[in-house]
């Protein structure tokens, strides 16, 4: 496996957790898309469509653009954006999408795996005139939890220099701001954040593990399995298990 290359993990994407309701539709109303004429939307590195689902059922329509095969073909086996997206192959820095196609471009947790300037450039071509950019992340808010405490333990006793690519934690995030504004085309910057809980069984827990790209990488596949053995005794017999997140988002206006 390597960093970014999500084709083993398809079929594991299914147990992520979804994003924060209440930060979408806060963001809906700061763009206006809450309101019937408002255009179309594009979820880039759209993955399995885990954000789609979302935007769909929130009245929104438009395109997925996802680069991985087994990936978009699993969001169009899962079927679950109401036939309100087209998916679509392309790339962040080729969406493969007209010039002033939509109104609102989104990342979930993939902004990191762009070439940024390029993709930012891309995206403001696909926008129209005062468009959107929002990327977002959903990483795990441990500081909630005394549980998720010890197994984050867990994993940093097998892989101690850990480096996370796509966390979402503030320590990994520094400069995010300077990188949206870079190419000078996008302005009025705002940042949303909430903590949610995602309550799941033992079993998918243990599966959304299994989709993390950048912990598998760098641990490889024996340390890993070793670090799903561990988690898996620490939890024991328990049926289901509270899974505390903390949705942030970063949206920026086309200039």
Do not use: C
Not at 16 to 45: C, E, I, Q
Not at 120 to 127: G, K, S, Y
Not at 162 to 170: A, H, P
Not at 209 to 214: F, I, L, Y
């Amino acid at each position: 496996m390597k960093h970014g290359d999500f084709t083993a993990l398809a079929k594991q994407y299914v147990n992520r957790p979804g994003y924060s309701v209440d930060v979408l539709k806060a963001l809906m109303s700061h763009t206006g898309a809450n309101k019937a004429d408002f255009g179309m939307a594009a979820d880039v590195g759209a993955g399995t469509g885990k954000l789609t689902e979302m935007l769909a059922a929130l009245g929104l329509q438009g395109y997925a653009v996802e680069p991985n095969d087994a990936m978009r073909e699993e969001a169009v086996r899962l079927n679950n954006t109401i036939n309100r997206f087209r998916w679509m192959h392309g790339f962040a820095e080729d969406t493969g999408l007209e010039d002033n196609a939509v109104n609102w471009v989104f990342m979930a947790s993939s902004f990191h795996w762009t070439d940024k300037k390029v993709a930012l450039n891309e995206f403001h071509r696909i926008l129209g005139e005062g468009g959107f950019f929002t990327a977002l992340w959903n990483p795990r808010d441990i500081g909630r939890s005394e549980q998720h405490q010890h197994i984050e333990s867990i994993v940093q006793h097998y892989v101690p220099d850990l480096k996370r690519v796509s966390s979402g934690l503030s320590s990994n995030m520094s400069g995010v701001e300077e990188d949206l504004v870079q190419t000078g085309q996008f302005g009025r910057m705002i940042f949303m954040e909430a903590p949610h809980t995602v309550q799941m069984t033992k079993e998918r827990y243990m599966n959304a593990w299994r989709s993390v790209n950048d912990i598998q990488v760098q641990a490889g596949p024996e340390r890993f399995e070793r670090i799903l053995d561990e988690i898996d005794r620490y939890l024991g017999d328990i049926d289901t298990i509270d899974v505390p997140y903390k949705t942030r988002a970063w949206t920026v206006q086309a200039l």
